[in-house]
């Protein structure tokens, strides 16, 4: 790619970062009804844009100015980490276009062009992206166990800027991978929707049963189903269950274990093949969908966890800082001691324990203790009782559920792809490294 056409240039010359606003935090509501979204840093991907829909999101009932109000397509980018290693520094985000209106929190910039006949906007946000950006920015920053970036320190990033051109090339070819990864993950947020609908119908409201009993035909379940549930409930210690149907604990059902760390001044246990989950792995999740680790560890470290190795295929739930996070491992894993990982290897199975715990996430954090911050002990866990359905609803609602999740999976791993191929070009392309024609010909292969 010829380079005599691109332009070194300071990129404070081609935008203007905008301070948020501080919003005041006893006006914020999780109740949503319909005001201002006041956008937090924990709704940003680590690999850019928003997860608004996996992550908690706060309506502002308070008065703001209006300058603060964003528009759709508005780009935001991370001016604090919460991380010493300052990983989202820059990250940015655009403002969708989902009918709801966002603010512009403080913490935050909002990235504005100055002249929109120079740079393009689909370029800028990948120059975001570009790691040689966020380590400016992290050696530059202030701060401990906290950094910060500012304005000033963003706009002072120098490089070389390309024709406008090229910018929409790079700009188009790169948003197409995160177009399609975007769709996938639409396509898992409906999976995810339609199999906690599917288990609190047939376990949580007894929707077939109850549709039998008053002769009616039950709602979304199969023909060849049908028959397997019960026309009546009985009195049970946990209220009325469809006939047959037990009650258990949870401890009974699944094994339930725990994790630890092996110590990290130890070299020999660090840095091999094995992966080592943590809760910071599943905070990073756009899916429930447990492929890999940001750490692994060799044999002699897996040998210093009691729990030893976790089959493909364990429930994770995270059981502190915060209780909530929720997988399914597609590979052996071993974990840290921030886990309640639970082995289905008795009579209730992965997708229905992963759907279980979703529906009982209040029961559980009710049972949790903690001061500094709340952990669900294991101890605590285990009680936890379980509507045990038969044999054959279970087997039924695998049947459904398994090429549901697996379809699911198939996305993860295609959007792992993907995000690996654009991680790959997108520093080549910005210092034209590859040509587009080049860039596209890696493309064509991987779609």
């Not at 324990?353 to 500094?372: F, H």
């Not at 044999?391 to 549901?404: D, H, I, M, R």
Request: one cysteine or more.
């Amino acid at each position: 790619m010829a380079l005599d056409a691109w332009t070194e240039v300071r990129l404070g010359d081609l935008v203007e970062i905008k301070h948020g606003w501080p919003f005041k935090s006893e006006l914020f509501s999780a109740e949503l009804s319909g005001r201002p979204i006041v956008v937090a840093i924990g709704n940003f991907r680590y690999t850019g844009g928003f997860r608004f829909d996996s992550t908690e999101i706060k309506e502002y009932r308070g008065e703001y100015p209006r300058e603060f109000e964003l528009k759709p397509g508005d780009i935001l980018a991370v001016m604090t980490c919460q991380t010493p290693g300052g990983e989202i520094l820059g990250v940015p985000a655009r403002i969708p276009n989902d009918g709801r209106r966002y603010l512009h929190n403080q913490r935050m910039g909002k990235v504005v062009i100055k002249d929109t006949k120079t740079v393009d906007d689909r370029f800028l946000y990948y120059l975001f992206l570009w790691r040689e950006l966020n380590q400016e920015l992290v050696a530059s920053s202030t701060g401990t166990k906290i950094v910060h970036t500012a304005p000033s320190r963003i706009e002072a990033f120098r490089f070389s800027l390309p024709p406008k051109r090229i910018q929409q090339a790079i700009g188009a070819l790169l948003g197409a991978l995160d177009d399609k990864r975007e769709l996938n993950h639409r396509m898992n947020r409906t999976i995810e929707e339609l199999a906690s609908a599917l288990f609190k119908s047939w376990f949580v409201d007894f929707n077939p049963v109850q549709a039998k009993r008053d002769g009616r035909k039950p709602v979304g379940v199969p023909e060849w189903a049908l028959s397997l549930f019960p026309e009546h409930f009985e009195e049970s210690d946990l209220g009325p269950l469809p006939k047959g149907w037990s009650t258990s604990t949870i401890g009974d059902e699944v094994r339930v274990v725990g994790g630890s760390t092996p110590r990290t001044e130890e070299p020999r246990y660090w840095n091999g093949d094995i992966c080592w989950v943590t809760p910071r792995d599943l905070s990073r999740l756009s899916d429930p969908v447990v492929l890999g680790s940001e750490r692994y560890i060799t044999q002699e470290g897996l040998a210093q966890i009691g729990s030893g190795l976790l089959p493909r295929g364990t429930v994770l739930l995270s059981s502190r800082a915060p209780i909530g996070y929720l997988a399914i491992t597609e590979v052996p894993v071993a974990v840290n001691q921030g886990f309640i990982a639970m082995d289905c290897c008795g009579r209730l199975p992965n997708h229905w324990v992963l759907k279980w715990t979703e529906q009982n996430m209040d029961e559980i954090l009710s049972r949790a203790g903690g001061t500094t911050f709340a952990e669900i002990s294991k101890a605590n866990f285990r009680p936890i009782p379980v509507v045990v359905p038969s044999s054959k609803v279970l087997q039924a609602f695998e049947v459904l559920a398994t090429p549901l999740h697996g379809h699911l999976a198939a996305n993860v791993r295609e959007n792992a792809t993907l995000e690996k191929l654009r991680d790959t070009l997108l520093p080549a392309l910005l210092v034209g490294e590859v040509t587009i024609k080049q860039a596209e010909k890696a493309v064509a292969e991987v779609a």
